[in-house]
Structures are given as C-alpha cells and as structure tokens.
C-alpha cells in the first residue's frame, strides 16, 4: 500500500512528537512528618523537599485542632484565631525540580492544653 506523501509526512511528525514527550512529576516530601513544640522552644523547622522534575507551587497553612482525638476534628484557620499560640513563615513557596526550603515554626506563648 503506498501512502501519499502528506500522509507520511503527518504520521511521522505525531510519532517524533509522541517520543519526544517526557514524563513530569511532582514530588512533595517533609522532613519531619511531626513536630513537637514545647513551651517557647525555638528553631522548630520542617523542611519540605521537591524530589520531582517539575517546579510546585505550595501555599502552607496552620490549623489548631479544638477537639484533639475526637471525630470529626474541628479545625480553625491560624489567621482566624484572635491571639494565636504559634505562627509560622513563609505562607508561599515556590519550589523549583529537586529544590528544598525551611518552614519557620514560631512559638508565642505556651499552649493551656495540648491541641
């Protein structure tokens, strides 16, 4: 069977295109998974790590747990909590392939109860 030429020429180019795609992935990886805050201790960091070929895009966030152990966990926001008991920094990251960065805990006063 002979093919015309536009053909030809159209099925050659999807094959180059199809074998010259790579695959991309996103890996989030965060050293330690939990972290425990006593009293005023300071320098608490977590790191999170970018294992993947692609850059992400992390908007980190902060909840305290009202009913700590119970189900459904009721959760508020940081940035709703009157006076909180811990902030942390930076609230956006932009990791680049096999880049890492610090995420900052701040404690500002001592907890009551354990949340």
């Known amino acids: 069977m002979i093919f015309p030429y536009f053909l030809l020429k159209n099925l050659l180019l999807k094959i180059a295109l199809l074998l ?15 972290i425990t805050v006593e009293g005023l201790e300071k320098d608490q960091t977590i ?3 970018n294992k993947g070929d ?17 189900n459904p966990e009721n959760k508020t926001p940081i ?3 009157q006076h909180p008991e811990i902030i942390f920094n930076p609230t956006r990251i932009t990791l680049g392939a096999k880049q890492e960065r610090p995420i900052n805990l701040i404690p ?7 949340t």
């Open 108 to 114: 500002l006063t001592t907890p009551l109860q354990e």
């Open 54 to 70: 692609i850059p992400i895009y992390l908007n980190v966030t902060l909840e305290r747990i009202e009913n700590p152990g119970k």
């Open 79 to 81: 940035g709703q909590i």
């Open 20 to 34: 010259s795609v790579t695959t991309a992935h996103a890996q989030l990886l965060a050293i330690p998974t939990r």
């Open 47 to 49: 790191r999170v790590i």
